[in-house]
């Protein structure tokens, strides 16, 4: 088994596969480790419906495309292979994966994407699969003829809501701000559904039952008014956070935990590439993962050439006239939270940091 | 029809057979959905590592999941998918809802199916 990669992709979710295709076809000895199933979020998506060139497929059919095209030039892959140990810092990155040692990389892209936001609730935990669901495709017909709760007010919240009116005899939107960050027209598709009530400015304060959920336990954030709404499914839109709290000592990170990058998709540790969710940006699509890791894997290239030729690319800060980061490529901050600008242009690291994968 | 590379139980004969043979089993039982697909991706991940143990999948919506996994009283209160069961000693003994991470089932596979546990329901 190869033991040296140029470039070892940690993550395949989508940014990860198309780093790895662009990779592996530019005849970059490719390595692409993943801790779960190979796809991320996007395998969770059931249908997608506006990914250029392709009319309706599902998540799945995408991924496996994806995969066999970056397997097809030659890239390995390893899913369900949890990254134990890195080493970022030095010309040769160190990899430790459970299960299968060792590997070096002249690069490393880190494409860890995101995780469902929780609530963060000992209930929320027990009544998973109990009543909490995070998919309204996979679990809505266990709630026919029930009433439900749906927690958020992002797109995928108000959509769902809508599509759950299907089974459900109610559905109660709790949603924490006096206002919906979906788009317009999701808003007005869920307001106009008889079957649809909204309670705003709410936090979620428990969860009861027995076996399995009986009602969902709300506090008015002004007033502290508690409701208790009887519901036996709840599902949970509160949406992602980047997947990198293992890597804030490897590479900078801003106030909300995203992985800093320039318009390379340099991080701030030379021969280092983000790309996808966990990256600070704006937008999070199937599509703007993809440009990612096209860029990611070009950069990644170039890199690796630079180092056989002997010069070294330079980090994300170096160069901040020839490539700087705005702010944005930050994500705004969340209503009620100050965005971090203060590690956004950061000098290079020249610790060899290694620290366990939480 | 599960796409996976798991050995698919299609027939009640085939789930009592599996039971009352006393061997030590995971059956994941759902559709081809989001939820569903990462936990039959960690079974057959695990597979390898777990000689001892047999996998299998099995549809959600057949007659097979209906009459057995479905009807099970460990399963009872369960509405998220897959459901997942865990077999030792012709009993069921764990039984788990709902997406899971590879180390849950890990979890699962070194304390209730591992040699010298006790073969409890939960």
Redesign the interface.
């Known amino acids: 088994m190869d033991r040296h990669y140029d470039v070892i992709v940690i993550g395949a979710g989508a940014a990860g596969l198309t780093a790895g295709i662009y990779l592996a076809r530019a005849r970059m000895r490719t390595l692409i480790v993943d801790h779960g199933t190979v796809g991320g979020q996007m395998i969770l998506t059931y249908q997608v419906a506006n990914y250029p060139g392709v009319e309706n497929a599902s998540g799945a059919e995408i991924v496996a495309t994806m995969r066999r095209q970056a397997e097809s030039f030659g890239a390995r892959v390893l899913a369900h292979s949890e990254v134990q140990r890195i080493d970022l810092a030095g010309d040769v990155k160190t990899v430790e994966v459970e299960d299968e040692g060792t590997f070096t990389a002249t690069a490393v892209i880190l494409a860890t994407g995101g995780v469902p936001r929780m609530l963060g609730l000992p209930s929320e935990a027990a009544f998973k699969g109990r009543g909490i669901s995070f998919c309204a495709t996979c679990d809505g017909d266990f709630f026919e003829g029930k009433d439900i709760v749906v927690i958020g007010g992002g797109n995928s919240a108000l959509e769902e809501a809508v599509s759950l009116t299907k089974y459900a005899t109610s559905v109660t939107v709790v949603h924490e701000f006096d206002h919906f960050q979906a788009q317009p027209w999701a808003v007005d598709e869920a307001r106009a559904n008889p079957k649809i009530r909204f309670l705003m400015e709410q936090d979620v304060r428990e969860f009861v039952g027995g076996e399995s959920l009986e009602a969902v336990v709300v506090a008015h954030k002004r007033t502290g008014e508690i409701t208790r709404i009887p519901a036996e499914g709840a599902f949970l839109f509160i949406g992602y956070v980047p997947n990198t709290a293992w890597l804030k000592d490897h590479v900078a990170l801003n106030g909300r935990g995203e992985i800093v990058t320039d318009e390379s998709l340099r991080t701030d540790v030379a021969g280092v590439f983000a790309a996808g969710d966990a990256r600070a940006k704006r937008y999070r699509q199937i599509t703007t993962a993809v440009a990612d890791g096209t860029i990611a894997a070009l950069a990644a290239v170039e890199h690796v050439a630079s180092r056989a030729k002997g010069a070294g690319e330079k980090p994300a800060g170096k160069e901040p006239a020839a490539s700087p980061i705005t702010s944005s490529e930050a994500s705004p901050a969340a209503p009620g939270k100050a965005r971090d600008h203060s590690r956004l242009l950061r000098l290079p690291r020249a610790r060899a940091s290694r620290a366990s994968v939480s | 029809m599960l796409h996976t590379n798991l050995k698919h139980i299609e027939t009640v004969g085939e789930f009592k057979e599996l039971l009352d043979s006393g061997a030590k089993a995971a059956i994941v039982c759902g559709?081809?959905?989001?939820?569903?697909?990462?936990v039959y991706?960690?079974m057959e991940?695990?597979r390898d590592?777990y000689p001892d143990v047999r996998f299998f999948d099995m549809e959600f919506d057949s007659p097979v999941g209906m009459a057995t996994i479905r009807s099970l009283p460990e399963t009872?209160?369960?509405?998220?998918?897959p459901f997942t069961v865990y077999l030792r000693d012709g009993k069921v003994v764990a039984a788990?809802?709902?997406?899971q991470?590879?180390q849950q089932v890990k979890e699962i596979l070194d304390t209730r199916l591992a040699d010298g546990s006790a073969a409890v329901a939960g």
């Open positions: 559709r081809m959905g989001p939820m569903c697909i990462p991706g960690i991940a695990l590592k009872r209160g369960f509405n998220g998918l788990t809802s709902s997406i991470t590879k």
